[in-house]
T-cell receptor, first 113, second 117 residues
Framework: GENVEQHPSTLSVQEGDSAVIKCTYSDSASNYFPWYKQELGKRPQLIIDIRSNVGEKKDQRIAVTLNKTAKHFSLHITETQPEDSAVYFCAAVLTFGNEKLTFGTGTRLTIIP | DAGVIQSPRHEVTEMGQEVTLRCKPISGHDYLFWYRQTMMRGLELLIYFNNNVPIDDSGMPEDRFSAKMPNASFSTLKIQPSEPRDSAVYFC???????????????FGPGTRLTVL
Protein backbone atom coordinates (compact mmCIF):
# COMPACT_ATOMS: atom_id res chain seq x y z
CA GLY A 1 0.00 0.00 0.00
CA GLU A 2 0.83 3.66 -0.09
CA ASN A 3 3.20 5.16 2.46
CA VAL A 4 3.54 8.91 2.95
CA GLU A 5 6.36 10.46 4.98
CA GLN A 6 6.22 14.07 6.10
CA HIS A 7 8.93 16.37 7.44
CA PRO A 8 9.49 18.20 9.65
CA SER A 9 7.15 17.18 12.44
CA THR A 10 7.40 20.66 13.98
CA LEU A 11 8.36 23.97 12.43
CA SER A 12 8.63 27.43 13.92
CA VAL A 13 9.09 30.48 11.71
CA GLN A 14 9.11 34.19 12.30
CA GLU A 15 6.04 36.04 11.11
CA GLY A 16 6.58 37.21 7.56
CA ASP A 17 9.09 34.48 6.74
CA SER A 18 8.38 31.46 4.54
CA ALA A 19 7.60 27.91 5.65
CA VAL A 20 8.22 24.74 3.66
CA ILE A 21 6.85 21.29 4.46
CA LYS A 22 7.95 18.25 2.48
CA CYS A 23 6.38 14.87 1.81
CA THR A 24 7.48 11.76 0.01
CA TYR A 25 5.28 8.94 -1.19
CA SER A 26 6.03 5.37 -2.12
CA ASP A 27 3.64 4.43 -4.90
CA SER A 28 4.42 5.87 -8.31
CA ALA A 29 0.79 5.27 -9.35
CA SER A 30 -0.45 7.99 -7.01
CA ASN A 31 -1.77 10.99 -8.87
CA TYR A 32 -3.62 13.24 -6.44
CA PHE A 33 -1.93 15.09 -3.57
CA PRO A 34 -4.00 17.29 -1.26
CA TRP A 35 -2.89 19.33 1.73
CA TYR A 36 -5.10 19.76 4.77
CA LYS A 37 -4.84 22.29 7.57
CA GLN A 38 -6.09 21.49 11.05
CA GLU A 39 -6.30 24.23 13.64
CA LEU A 40 -6.24 23.28 17.28
CA GLY A 41 -9.42 21.44 18.24
CA LYS A 42 -10.90 21.82 14.77
CA ARG A 43 -11.49 19.58 11.79
CA PRO A 44 -9.02 19.15 8.90
CA GLN A 45 -9.79 21.39 5.94
CA LEU A 46 -8.42 21.26 2.42
CA ILE A 47 -6.20 24.22 1.57
CA ILE A 48 -4.72 23.20 -1.77
CA ASP A 49 -4.29 20.13 -3.93
CA ILE A 50 -2.33 19.12 -7.00
CA ARG A 51 -2.70 16.41 -9.60
CA SER A 52 0.13 14.53 -11.20
CA ASN A 53 -0.18 16.24 -14.56
CA VAL A 54 0.84 19.54 -12.96
CA GLY A 55 4.21 20.48 -11.47
CA GLU A 56 3.16 23.48 -9.42
CA LYS A 57 0.02 25.19 -8.22
CA LYS A 58 -0.39 28.49 -6.39
CA ASP A 59 -3.17 30.08 -4.44
CA GLN A 60 -2.24 33.46 -2.99
CA ARG A 61 0.40 32.81 -0.30
CA ILE A 62 0.25 29.05 -0.65
CA ALA A 63 1.92 26.93 -3.30
CA VAL A 64 2.48 23.23 -3.81
CA THR A 65 5.17 21.67 -6.00
CA LEU A 66 5.29 18.08 -7.22
CA ASN A 67 8.25 16.08 -8.44
CA LYS A 68 6.89 12.79 -9.76
CA THR A 69 10.30 11.41 -10.65
CA ALA A 70 11.54 11.81 -7.11
CA LYS A 71 8.10 11.06 -5.65
CA HIS A 72 7.98 14.07 -3.41
CA PHE A 73 5.81 17.15 -3.06
CA SER A 74 6.07 20.25 -0.92
CA LEU A 75 3.88 22.95 0.58
CA HIS A 76 5.21 26.50 0.56
CA ILE A 77 3.66 29.27 2.63
CA THR A 78 5.03 32.76 2.04
CA GLU A 79 4.64 35.90 4.17
CA THR A 80 3.45 33.78 7.08
CA GLN A 81 0.87 35.18 9.49
CA PRO A 82 -0.18 34.12 13.00
CA GLU A 83 -3.34 32.51 11.61
CA ASP A 84 -1.15 30.10 9.65
CA SER A 85 -0.30 28.37 12.93
CA ALA A 86 -1.84 24.88 12.70
CA VAL A 87 -1.03 21.28 11.90
CA TYR A 88 -0.62 20.60 8.20
CA PHE A 89 -1.16 17.15 6.67
CA CYS A 90 -0.11 16.03 3.24
CA ALA A 91 -1.84 13.08 1.60
CA ALA A 92 -1.66 10.93 -1.47
CA VAL A 93 -4.14 8.82 -3.32
CA LEU A 94 -3.25 5.45 -4.70
CA THR A 95 -5.42 5.47 -7.74
CA PHE A 96 -5.12 1.92 -8.96
CA GLY A 97 -7.56 -0.44 -7.28
CA ASN A 98 -7.97 1.57 -4.10
CA GLU A 99 -8.92 5.20 -3.81
CA LYS A 100 -8.32 6.06 -0.20
CA LEU A 101 -6.27 9.00 1.01
CA THR A 102 -3.13 8.10 2.90
CA PHE A 103 -2.10 10.94 5.20
CA GLY A 104 1.33 11.99 6.35
CA THR A 105 1.99 12.28 10.07
CA GLY A 106 1.50 16.04 10.15
CA THR A 107 3.63 19.14 10.72
CA ARG A 108 2.88 21.47 13.59
CA LEU A 109 3.63 24.95 12.28
CA THR A 110 4.03 27.78 14.76
CA ILE A 111 4.30 31.37 13.59
CA ILE A 112 6.25 33.53 16.00
CA PRO A 113 4.92 37.11 16.12
CA ASP B 1 -25.79 23.39 3.82
CA ALA B 2 -24.85 22.64 7.41
CA GLY B 3 -21.85 20.58 6.41
CA VAL B 4 -21.08 17.12 7.72
CA ILE B 5 -22.83 16.52 11.02
CA GLN B 6 -21.54 14.16 13.68
CA SER B 7 -22.97 13.12 16.99
CA PRO B 8 -22.22 12.98 19.77
CA ARG B 9 -19.41 15.54 19.93
CA HIS B 10 -18.03 13.96 23.08
CA GLU B 11 -18.50 10.50 24.47
CA VAL B 12 -17.13 9.11 27.71
CA THR B 13 -17.79 5.47 28.39
CA GLU B 14 -16.45 2.58 30.38
CA MET B 15 -14.48 -0.31 29.00
CA GLY B 16 -16.72 -3.03 27.66
CA GLN B 17 -19.60 -0.75 26.73
CA GLU B 18 -20.97 -0.37 23.23
CA VAL B 19 -20.34 2.94 21.50
CA THR B 20 -22.20 4.22 18.46
CA LEU B 21 -20.99 7.23 16.52
CA ARG B 22 -23.25 8.88 13.97
CA CYS B 23 -22.67 10.85 10.80
CA LYS B 24 -24.81 12.76 8.33
CA PRO B 25 -22.88 13.58 5.15
CA ILE B 26 -23.39 16.64 2.99
CA SER B 27 -26.49 16.18 0.87
CA GLY B 28 -25.65 14.91 -2.59
CA HIS B 29 -22.21 13.58 -1.69
CA ASP B 30 -21.70 9.99 -2.75
CA TYR B 31 -18.59 9.11 -0.76
CA LEU B 32 -18.40 8.81 3.02
CA PHE B 33 -15.23 8.19 5.03
CA TRP B 34 -14.61 7.32 8.67
CA TYR B 35 -11.24 8.36 10.15
CA ARG B 36 -9.61 7.97 13.53
CA GLN B 37 -7.08 10.49 14.84
CA THR B 38 -4.63 9.89 17.68
CA MET B 39 -1.33 11.45 18.63
CA MET B 40 0.47 8.16 18.14
CA ARG B 41 -1.00 7.04 14.82
CA GLY B 42 -2.11 10.30 13.23
CA LEU B 43 -5.09 10.34 10.88
CA GLU B 44 -6.11 6.86 9.79
CA LEU B 45 -8.82 5.87 7.36
CA LEU B 46 -11.01 3.17 8.86
CA ILE B 47 -13.55 2.56 6.10
CA TYR B 48 -15.18 4.32 3.19
CA PHE B 49 -18.48 3.95 1.34
CA ASN B 50 -19.53 4.81 -2.18
CA ASN B 51 -23.26 5.13 -2.77
CA ASN B 52 -23.87 3.49 0.62
CA VAL B 53 -21.76 0.43 -0.25
CA PRO B 54 -18.59 -0.27 1.79
CA ILE B 55 -15.62 -0.17 -0.60
CA ASP B 56 -12.58 -0.56 1.62
CA ASP B 57 -12.65 -1.57 5.27
CA SER B 58 -9.02 -2.61 5.50
CA GLY B 59 -8.38 0.11 8.06
CA MET B 60 -10.92 -1.20 10.55
CA PRO B 61 -8.73 -2.31 13.44
CA GLU B 62 -10.56 -5.47 14.44
CA ASP B 63 -13.91 -7.19 14.65
CA ARG B 64 -15.00 -4.94 17.49
CA PHE B 65 -15.46 -2.19 14.93
CA SER B 66 -18.32 -2.14 12.45
CA ALA B 67 -19.78 0.52 10.18
CA LYS B 68 -23.02 0.79 8.29
CA MET B 69 -24.61 3.18 5.85
CA PRO B 70 -28.30 2.28 5.57
CA ASN B 71 -29.04 5.26 3.33
CA ALA B 72 -27.38 8.20 1.62
CA SER B 73 -27.86 10.53 4.57
CA PHE B 74 -26.75 8.46 7.53
CA SER B 75 -23.87 6.30 8.68
CA THR B 76 -22.84 4.74 11.98
CA LEU B 77 -19.57 3.49 13.39
CA LYS B 78 -20.00 1.05 16.24
CA ILE B 79 -17.44 -0.25 18.71
CA GLN B 80 -18.46 -3.25 20.76
CA PRO B 81 -16.97 -3.86 23.26
CA SER B 82 -14.99 -0.65 23.65
CA GLU B 83 -11.46 -0.60 25.10
CA PRO B 84 -9.29 2.23 26.47
CA ARG B 85 -7.04 2.08 23.40
CA ASP B 86 -10.05 3.09 21.27
CA SER B 87 -9.88 6.56 22.81
CA ALA B 88 -9.42 8.99 19.94
CA VAL B 89 -11.16 11.61 17.84
CA TYR B 90 -13.30 9.99 15.16
CA PHE B 91 -13.98 12.04 12.05
CA CYS B 92 -16.54 11.45 9.36
CA UNK B 93 -15.96 13.06 5.96
CA UNK B 94 -17.87 13.15 2.71
CA UNK B 95 -17.04 14.05 -0.87
CA UNK B 96 -18.61 14.27 -4.27
CA UNK B 97 -16.87 11.91 -6.63
CA UNK B 98 -16.13 12.87 -10.20
CA UNK B 99 -16.53 10.16 -12.81
CA UNK B 100 -16.88 7.70 -9.97
CA UNK B 101 -13.66 8.69 -8.22
CA UNK B 102 -13.36 10.68 -4.97
CA UNK B 103 -10.48 12.86 -6.12
CA UNK B 104 -12.07 15.93 -4.76
CA UNK B 105 -12.21 17.77 -1.49
CA UNK B 106 -13.22 15.74 1.48
CA UNK B 107 -15.33 17.74 3.90
CA PHE B 108 -14.78 16.69 7.46
CA GLY B 109 -17.28 16.78 10.26
CA PRO B 110 -16.41 18.30 13.65
CA GLY B 111 -15.42 14.92 15.04
CA THR B 112 -16.43 12.86 18.05
CA ARG B 113 -13.97 12.78 20.92
CA LEU B 114 -14.25 9.33 22.46
CA THR B 115 -12.82 8.52 25.86
CA VAL B 116 -12.97 4.93 27.08
CA LEU B 117 -12.17 4.59 30.77
Amino acid sequence: GENVEQHPSTLSVQEGDSAVIKCTYSDSASNYFPWYKQELGKRPQLIIDIRSNVGEKKDQRIAVTLNKTAKHFSLHITETQPEDSAVYFCAAVLTFGNEKLTFGTGTRLTIIP
Amino acid sequence: DAGVIQSPRHEVTEMGQEVTLRCKPISGHDYLFWYRQTMMRGLELLIYFNNNVPIDDSGMPEDRFSAKMPNASFSTLKIQPSEPRDSAVYFCASSLGVSGRPYHEQFFGPGTRLTVL
